[in-house]
C-alpha cells in the first residue's frame, strides 16, 4: 500500500507544530508563497504575526525567544526580503538567541542562473549562524528543520537558516518525521571535568575577595536558582553583564549592579581590587572589560561557560569550568565552604555612595531644568511595581534603560547587547509581549531607533499587541553626541534629528499615545499609559544635552570611571 | 606575544557542502593567509581530513581552532608545529626535452634530489619529487638557473602526527560508548 504523499509546506508546518512552534513572525513573498498557500489551513495551530519588514520578523521573534526560552522562528520569502533578515540573525548569534529562520529560495534549477530575488542565503548566513543549511528535495524538510531546532536551542543558542527552494515547498514527499536529538560531530554539551569543579571551590574557598561576573548563560541554562545558592553560600557579591540583569533580582544584597562601560561603580572598580574573578556564562566582552591589558591582572580567574571557544578568548583563566551552569554551578556549590565576606562586601559602601551622591539623585531626582531619561525609567519601573519586561532599543535609551529599570524576574531584560542594533527595541516588543503576554512589556526608544523600525507601529496595530512604548526624545542620537561632545570637541555631525508628531503617526495607527514636557505631568501619563487597554505610545521630550554617566571611554581601563563631575 | 610560526592545523569534517567555506571565514575574520591546504576523504568512511598550513601565533591558533572545532558540522581540529608532525609535499616539474638532454646532468639531479621521471615525449619531460617545501623549493631553483622550468606545481601538505594513531578513532569510539551508555 503506498503511503500517502503530502507537499515539502505541509511537511514543513507538520514538523514546525511538531517541534512546539505556535507562533511565526513572517512576512510573505514570491518564493515562499506554497508554505503561505499552507499556512492557511494552519491557522488554528500556529499563529503567524505579520510584521511590516523581515528585519522586524527576526527581531520579533528575537523577543519571544529571550522570554519564553522557546526557539523564536521567522518566515520570509527569498532575495531581499532574507537579506532585510539578515541584521536579526546577527544579533542573534551575538546574544546567543535561539532563533530559527526559514527562507523561500527560487526553485532549484534556476539556482544559480541569477533568477529573480535569487541570493546565495547560504554564503552570506554561514559566518553568522551556527548552522545554514538549503533544501533542494521535499524529503529533507523534516530531517533539516528538526536538526534546525535541535541546533538552534542546544549547546550555547544560536540562529539557523533553512533555505527551503521553491520546487522542494511544492513537491510531493512521503512525511516521516523523527526529532534530532543527536549529531555525531556536535557536542552542545560537554561532559563536566571534576577536577575543574574541586580546583574552581578550592580558589574560591581560598578567596578573600571574590567577584562574581553574571551573564545571560545562567538565564540560558535555567540556573538562577544555582546561582544564588552559589552566590550565598560562599557570599560572593557580583555584578551583571546587561543580558545577565535579570537572572537575580535587583534588591538582591549580593547583587552590586551591572558591569561594563555604563555599569555601576562599585563592581567596575572592585574588578580590578577582587583577588579572584568568576566569570559564569559570559564572555568578557570589550564593553565589560575595556583594556585587558589592565583588566583584573591582581586575579585569580574561574569561567564558567558552555562554549570552549569562549575560554581563554579575551582574558586567560585559571580555572575552566566547562559545561551547562546548572549543572557546574550546583556541583561547585557543594564543595563550597560557608563563608562570609562582610568587610570584602561592605567595601563596596563608599563606591555606590559616591555614584548615588554624584550620578543617581541628579539623574532620577532633578530638582530642575527638563526632564532627564533616567527619571522617566525609574518612574516606569517604580510604576510598574518592577515587575514588567525592559525592551529598549541602542544608544542612551537603552543605558538609561538598564541602569534605572529594576528585575524581580529572571528573563525581564530584552536588548541588542553584542551588535548593538538600533530599529531592535519596536519589533523586539512586539515578539516580547507575545511570547509572555501575562506581563507588562515597556519599551524605551530614542527618537532615532524608533524611526529605523517605526513601520512595525503597522504590526502593533493589526496584532492589537499591548506593549507600552516610551520615547525619550532629545531630537538627537544622543549616545553619538554624548561620544561627540567628549571626544569630538563638541563638533555635533550630523546627529540632530528634526523629527516628526510620533504621537500624530501612532494615531494614524490607531495607537493611543501623549507627548509629556513638563515634570509635573509625567506621573500622571505613565499611569495614563499603563492603564491603557491596549498599546500606548509615551513621547517623553528630555534634555537635549542628556549624558550617561558613570562611563569608562572606550578601550581604556576598568577604573577610569567618568562621572560627569569634573 | 609569542613568535609567528607555521601552523598545520588538521581538521576532520562530516563531508557536506560549503565546509570549506565555513573554515576559511574563520581564517579570514583573523586575516590569516591559507599557504598550503589539502582536502581528502579519511580513513574513517564518511569523514574528510582537511591539512592547512598558516603563519601565526601560538594564541591565536588556539582560538582559531577552538572556533573551527565549534562549528557544527566539524568532528574534531587541532593544530600542530612540524616538530609533532610527518609531512610531506609534492612537486612536479615540466622541462623542455632538449634542454634536458643538452644539459647532459639528469642523472646527477635526480640522484641528489632523489627525484624520478614521471613523463617523456619528445617535447617535454615531467620530473616529480617528494619532500618538504626546502627540498621541492631547492631543486626548483637548481632547475630554473640550468635547464629552465616550464611548468611547476606543488601540492598542499599533507601530514600526520608523530604520536599514535589518529586521534578522531579514539574521539568517535568514545562518543559512540556516551551515546550507548545513554541510551542503556
Not at chain 1, 561592605?346 to 555612595?353: A, G, K, V
Not at chain 1, 569630538?488 to 501623549?514: H, L, Q, W
Not at chain 2, 634536458?100 to 619529487?129: D, P, S
Amino acid at each position: 500500500m503506498e503511503k500517502q504523499k503530502i507537499t515539502g509546506s505541509e511537511a514543513l508546518l507538520k514538523t514546525l507544530v511538531a517541534e512546539g512552534v505556535d507562533t511565526i513572525f513572517g512576512y510573505p513573498g514570491g518564493a515562499i508563497m506554497p508554505v503561505y498557500d499552507c499556512l492557511y489551513d494552519y491557522r488554528d495551530k500556529i499563529r503567524h504575526v505579520l510584521v511590516r519588514h523581515e528585519q522586524g520578523a527576526t527581531h520579533a521573534a528575537q523577543g519571544y525567544a529571550r522570554v519564553s526560552g522557546k526557539v523564536g522562528v521567522a518566515l520570509v520569502t527569498s532575495g531581499p526580503a532574507a537579506t532585510n533578515a539578515i541584521t536579526g540573525i546577527a544579533d542573534a548569534l551575538m546574544d546567543s538567541t535561539p532563533l530559527v529562520v526559514i527562507s523561500g529560495q527560487v526553485a532549484s534549477p534556476l539556482l544559480g542562473s541569477d533568477a529573480f530575488q535569487e541570493i546565495d542565503v547560504i554564503g552570506i548566513t554561514l559566518p553568522i549562524t551556527k548552522w545554514a543549511y538549503q533544501v533542494r528535495h521535499a524529503e529533507d524538510i523534516p530531517w533539516a528543520i528538526s536538526r534546525a531546532f535541535y541546533i538552534a536551542s542546544s549547546g550555547r543558542p544560536g540562529p539557523v537558516v533553512i533555505d527551503i527552494a521553491k520546487d522542494a515547498q511544492s513537491n510531493l514527499m512521503e512525511y516521516a518525521y523523527k526529532k534530532v536529538d543527536y549529531i555525531r560531530s556536535y557536542q552542545p554539551l560537554p561532559d563536566v571535568d571534576m577536577n575543574c569543579i574541586a580546583a574552581a571551590a578550592e580558589l574560591i574557598n581560598q578567596s578573600k575577595k571574590p567577584l562574581a561576573l553574571v551573564g545571560q548563560g545562567v538565564i540560558l541554562s535555567h540556573a538562577e536558582k544555582e546561582l544564588v545558592a552559589f552566590l550565598e553560600k560562599a557570599d560572593i557579591p557580583f555584578g551583571s553583564t546587561i543580558l545577565g540583569l535579570s537572572a537575580v533580582p535587583t534588591d538582591h544584597p549580593l547583587n552590586k549592579g551591572m558591569l561594563g562601560m555604563h555599569g555601576n561603580v562599585g563592581p567596575n572598580r572592585k574588578t580590578n581590587e577582587c583577588d579572584l574573578l568568576i566569570g559564569i556564562g559570559m564572555r568578557f566582552d570589550d564593553r565589560v572589560t575595556g583594556d585587558l591589558k589592565t583588566y583584573a591582572k591582581q586575579a585569580k580567574v574561574i569561567h564558567f561557560d558552555i562554549d570552549l571557544a569562549e575560554i581563554g578568548k579575551n582574558v586567560a583563566v585559571t580555572v575552566p569550568v566547562l559545561g551547562n551552569a546548572k549543572e557546574t554551578l550546583a556541583a561547585v556549590t557543594t564543595l563550597l565552604k560557608q563563608a562570609k565576606h562582610t568587610k570584602w562586601i561592605s567595601s563596596f559602601t563608599p563606591d555606590e555612595e559616591e555614584e548615588e551622591t554624584k550620578v543617581i539623585q541628579k539623574e532620577i531626582h532633578p530638582d530642575s531644568g527638563m526632564i532627564k531619561m533616567g527619571e522617566v525609567v525609574n518612574k516606569v519601573s517604580d510604576a510598574t511595581g518592577h515587575d514588567g519586561i525592559l525592551v529598549t532599543d541602542v544608544g542612551q535609551n537603552q543605558m538609561m534603560g538598564v541602569r534605572y529599570f529594576k528585575f524581580k524576574h529572571t528573563r525581564s531584560v530584552v536588548t541588542s547587547g553584542g551588535l548593538g542594533t538600533m530599529g531592535f527595541g519596536l519589533p523586539a516588543a512586539i515578539g516580547a509581549k507575545i511570547g509572555a503576554p501575562e506581563r507588562t512589556v515597556c519599551c524605551f526608544l530614542g527618537d532615532g531607533g524608533l524611526q529605523m523600525t517605526i513601520q512595525e507601529f503597522g504590526t502593533i496595530m493589526q496584532e492589537k499587541t499591548n506593549v507600552k512604548i516610551i520615547v525619550l526624545n532629545n531630537n538627537f542620537l544622543g549616545m553619538v553626541r554624548q561620544w561627540q561632545e567628549l571626544f569630538f570637541n563638541e563638533r555635533y555631525s550630523e546627529t540632530n534629528m528634526e523629527n516628526p508628531d510620533f504621537v500624530g503617526i501612532a494615531k494614524a495607527y490607531r495607537i493611543a499615545g501623549r507627548t509629556v514636557d513638563k515634570r509635573e505631568d509625567l506621573d500622571e501619563a505613565i499611569r495614563e499609559m499603563l492603564v491603557h487597554d491596549g498599546p500606548y505610545l509615551l513621547v517623553v521630550t528630555v534634555e537635549k544635552q542628556g549624558m550617561v554617566y558613570p562611563m569608562i571611554p572606550a578601550g581604556t581601563t576598568v577604573t577610569n570611571i567618568f562621572m560627569g563631575d569634573n | 606575544m609569542s613568535a609567528r610560526k607555521l601552523y598545520t592545523v588538521t581538521i576532520f569534517s562530516e563531508n557536506t557542502v560549503g565546509l570549506l567555506n565555513q573554515i576559511a571565514i574563520i581564517f579570514t575574520r583573523r586575516q590569516l593567509n591559507i599557504e598550503t591546504l589539502s582536502v581528502s576523504p579519511s580513513a574513517i568512511e564518511e569523514i574528510h581530513k582537511f591539512t592547512i598550513t598558516t603563519f601565526s601565533t601560538e594564541d591565536i591558533m588556539d582560538k582559531v581552532v577552538k572556533q573551527i572545532d565549534k562549528r557544527v558540522d566539524i568532528l574534531k581540529a587541532y593544530y600542530n608545529t612540524d616538530e609533532d608532525l610527518v609531512f610531506q609535499e609534492i612537486a612536479l616539474y615540466k622541462l623542455s626535452m632538449d634542454l634536458f638532454i643538452k644539459t647532459g646532468t639528469v642523472e646527477e639531479l635526480i640522484r641528489k634530489h632523489n627525484a624520478r621521471i614521471l613523463e617523456m615525449n619528445e617535447t617535454c619531460v615531467v620530473i616529480e619529487k617528494n619532500g618538504h617545501y626546502e627540498e621541492t623549493q631547492a631543486l626548483f631553483k637548481e632547475l630554473s638557473s640550468t635547464i629552465g622550468v616550464l611548468q611547476f606545481i606543488r601540492s598542499g601538505r599533507v601530514a600526520i602526527t608523530k604520536s599514535k594513531v589518529e586521534r578522531l578513532s579514539d574521539m568517535l569510539a568514545e562518543m559512540e560508548a556516551k551515546i550507548e551508555k545513554k541510551k542503556a
